[in-house]
């Protein structure tokens, strides 16, 4: 089997293993504060799950493009294991935490760490043929999203078995098993002498060299907007089923259902949309994704029924399934050379400001445009960026094409 195979196969366990692992956990917080924390004051609960959720993004954002720069410097397989093996014994500790503020600077910890997904992204760019990239991203991307799927459902089961602590210690011995496929079985042909030799620059001054890309600004921005557009309404989709049905009694229930409902269409979509993005043009499937993702918002907004709102998520799934994995074959082909993994990290770094902003930004329009003032805004915004997507990826480049003949 051909190397960059390999690599793809044992990052696809590997993101799946992390992300699994990440999100086993975080859907169950606020009662692992309440049961194993000592917690009691619902308000205080809800506060403290607020901040410990939102920490772990926030020392990523500020951290991602340092480990971005180091990767350029030192090789991706390298910043995996750092990234792999410290993540592994972060979790763990959790595990004996005996406070939530212990819980707080353990999720702070984690953030500035972190960096196993922007290190594969940019190993398998580096690894992967050019005429295979869409179809490995789309491949990396859906081992992402089954972790992420299946990851609450198997701390659900965990958790009702063995409690909520034992979860931290599989979680980190998950991330610790996926780490170690890593070392033993994937290789990248870095050259650290030469990468070494030339010129360092500060994180500033390989962001300035970064964005004056235009076609990078616009792929940060989509991140963003990405992210925005599934995370704003996340926190709220219980309230707008119960808005819905008001008599459902399993809400808790189907408000997974309707969430697992996006994460499966985008896994199932993810390769197949990157393999004819190889085909047809990745800006084509970039542009198509754009346009269906933001006519996708809609009818979540006009739901009248709780299948009405899975059916519009599960179609929402499918095109974003052409999003995140175009988004980052486009990066590899725009990103200065020697590069690569820090704009790969910067962009990480738009995913995790994402996820900081997006579910404040949420709640507070919900108060004056309602839940499904949420939906059209996303609409909007995807249009909007489509827009900017086409100016800056395909117009003009079309352009510099007619300038040249």
């Known amino acids: 089997m051909e190397q960059w195979r390999k690599n793809l196969i044992v990052l696809w366990f590997g993101q799946f293993l992390v992300m ?18 000592g917690l009691s004051d619902p308000h205080e609960i ?12 926030v020392t990523a954002f500020l951290f991602q493009p340092i480990w971005g720069k180091l990767s350029d410097k030192y090789g991706r397989k390298l910043m995996l294991l750092r990234s792999g093996f410290g ?17 707080l600077l353990l999720r702070l910890l984690n953030g500035v760490i ?18 295979k990239l869409g179809f490995a991203m789309g491949i990396l991307q859906s081992g992402g999203i089954a972790g992420t799927i299946l990851g609450p459902l198997i701390g659900g089961i965990l958790a009702d078995s063995i409690g909520y602590r034992f979860i931290f210690y599989i979680t980190g011995g998950a991330i610790f098993v996926a780490t170690m496929l890593v070392l033993f079985i994937v290789k990248e042909s870095f050259d650290r002498e030469k990468a070494a030799a030339k010129p360092q620059i500060t994180v500033i001054a390989g962001l300035k060299q970064i964005v004056v890309v235009p076609q990078i600004t616009a792929l940060f921005m989509i991140t963003l907007l990405i992210q925005f557009a599934n995370m ?10 119960q808005e819905l049905n008001p008599d459902l009694i399993n809400l808790a229930f189907y408000a997974g259902l309707v969430s697992s409902a996006t994460g499966l269409s985008n896994m199932l979509a993810s390769p197949v949309l990157g393999k004819i993005g190889d085909k ?19 009818p979540q907004a ?16 499918l095109f974003l399934g052409g999003l995140v994995p175009t988004v980052n074959a486009l990066l590899g082909k725009y990103s200065p050379r020697g590069m690569e993994t820090r704009t790969y990290s910067f962009n990480s770094s738009f995913i995790s400001l994402g996820n900081v902003i997006a579910p404040i930004a949420g709640g507070v329009l919900s108060g004056w445009i309602g839940i499904n003032g949420l939906f059209y805004i996303s609409a909007v915004l995807m249009l909007l960026n489509g827009l900017w997507a086409w100016f800056t990826l395909v117009h003009s480049r079309q352009k510099r094409t007619n300038s040249t003949q």
């Open 20 to 37: 699994s692992g990440m999100t086993m956990i975080m859907p169950f917080l606020a009662l692992y504060l309440q049961t194993d924390l």
């Open 46 to 57: 809800g506060i403290w799950a607020g901040v410990i959720f939102a920490s772990n993004f």
């Open 87 to 103: 993540m592994a014994i972060v979790m763990c500790l959790m595990g004996f935490a005996t406070a939530p503020i212990h819980l």
């Open 114 to 131: 972190s960096g196993f997904n922007p290190a594969s992204v940019a190993l398998v760019s580096a690894t992967t043929p050019r005429p």
């Open 232 to 241: 704003s309404p996340m926190s709220l989709i219980p309230l707008y089923i």
């Open 280 to 298: 047809i043009g990745a800006e084509k499937i970039l542009l198509l994704s754009l346009l269906g993702a933001a006519l996708s918002f809609i």
């Open 302 to 317: 006009l739901a009248t029924d709780v299948w009405h709102l899975l059916i519009a998520r599960f179609c929402l799934g």
